[in-house]
């Protein structure tokens, strides 16, 4: 069921570099699959100024409490920065019709920059399932790893590899620099990947060559966030049409997608 509500703000933080934890308190959003986002804006009086709301990753869920990070670009997301703990925020959630799937023995998670967001919830799915999995984040330089506290916060410092290219933090170089050994120490190993469109291609490649299941969660800008306004297709190889990410996504099989 998806649910368009006001909810109330808990916390909204800086993290580091351009990136910030907003916090809500929204019990009916509890359930929200892993992969699905929600479509969030301020309701601040005479607030117009953008009109649409911002698609977020749903992150992690405590509670009744649903977490958010976002990272600042535009006019929507530096005005959500302003929000203080008791402010409202329009929320439309849990959306997307497709998440990843949970039939393989182990899984390869791949976060790049913000993209990490889309996949933590996921991750603690995969643990509360007693599943096999590695994960990998990846960034520029230290400065970027917005979701160092989350990781250590929720116990997953031994399952998380960081890698930065600039050697500031963790592992020097990119996210693939291990992905061939990763994926094939173990069997029945499928990949999630969320992050900048370069790098989920880099990523495909490596997968490609070992023929590895790929989810990838892509991110899109949206308007509507269920499928109205065809803002954020894709191309669907297989059936040689366009899919929306909003509605028939946000998680695709990445041998099907042109992106």
Known sequence: MIFDKKYKVLENRHLSGITYLLRIRAPELKDAPAGSFAMVRPTYENQYDPMMRRAFAIADIQGEDILLFYDV???????????????????????GRNFF??????????????????LSLFMKKLRQMGKSFKAIYGVRRK?????????????FENDVIVYTEDGSY?????????????????NDTALAVCG??????????VAKKHKTPVYLSLESKMACGFGICIGCVVKDTQNNSYVRVCYEGPVFDGYRIKF
Do not use: C
């Open 196 to 205: 900048p469109k370069g790098m989920m291609r880099a990523v495909m490649d």
């Open 101 to 118: 799937p949970y039939n393989y023995e182990h899984y390869v998670i791949v976060g790049g920059g913000i993209g990490f967001a889309g």
């Open 143 to 155: 400065e970027q790893l917005s979701m160092l506290e989350w990781i250590k916060d929720n116990g």
């Open 73 to 95: 670009y535009g006019k929507g997301t530096q005005i959500l920065t302003h929000l203080k703990e008791g402010d409202q925020v329009s929320v439309l959630a849990p959306l």
């Open 170 to 186: 963790g592992e020097k170089g990119l996210v693939t620099r291990d992905l061939d050994k990763l994926i094939t120490e173990k």
